[in-house]
């Protein structure tokens, strides 16, 4: 019966972890700031319609 208790208490403790590690996890990942979300390259507008902005050809 100790063995089967053991056992018992080893994949509670198991799963205790995990589930800790997971919102650790999620806690990290939600702390770190967003990125800036700016182009590294940028298109100039030619005005006559046939630019990479307007949909021309690339």
């Known amino acids: 019966m ?3 208790l053991a056992a018992a208490l080893t994949v509670a403790a198991a799963a205790a ?3 800790g590690a997971a919102f650790g996890v999620v806690a990290l990942l939600e702390a770190t700031p967003d990125q800036p979300n ?3 390259i940028t298109y100039q ?3 006559d319609g046939t630019g990479a902005a ?3 050809e690339r």
């Open 2 to 4: 100790s063995r089967l």
């Open 38 to 40: 700016t182009p590294l």
């Open 45 to 47: 507008d030619t005005g």
């Open 54 to 56: 307007a949909g021309g």
């Open 17 to 19: 972890l995990a589930v």
